[in-house]
């Protein structure tokens, strides 16, 4: 929660920490096992939402095989372990200091643009 103060914005302490340190883990867990099982089956299967109008369509999957399905993986993979830095940094931390994300962030951001550079591929029908 941020919260407007005298020299800006400053950020409030989570009110359950715990819970949000599970939420981290499991998302993390979760985007490292559904990459590394899409692998494995060789059938990397990344939901996309399309809309018509106002409606959203929640029909429209990617199906990534073969490199393509490595590289969609190497996103996900970079995003989980993102996640998972920014978790042990977060747990080292103590309340009133600030978190240092460091390479957290930028794990994160590559993870987002390579998924999404592979939606758009296929979307175009390069992979």
């Not at 931390?93 to 591929?121: S, Y």
């Amino acid at each position: 929660m941020i919260e407007r103060g005298k020299k800006g914005l400053r950020s409030r302490p989570t009110l359950n920490p715990k819970l949000g340190n599970l939420l981290i883990a499991a998302l993390a867990a979760a985007t490292l096992g559904y990459g590394a099982y899409g692998v494995w089956r060789n059938d990397l299967d990344v939901p996309m939402v399309g809309t018509l109008g106002r409606f959203h369509n929640f029909a429209q999957h990617d199906h990534f095989h073969g490199a393509s399905a490595w590289l969609a993986f190497l996103g996900l993979a970079s995003f989980g372990v993102g996640l998972t830095i920014f978790l042990l940094r977060r747990l080292e931390t103590k309340p009133p200091l600030k978190i240092d994300r460091g390479p957290a962030l930028p794990l994160c951001v590559a993870g987002v643009i390579i998924v999404t550079a592979m939606q758009i591929l296929d979307g175009l029908g390069l992979v």
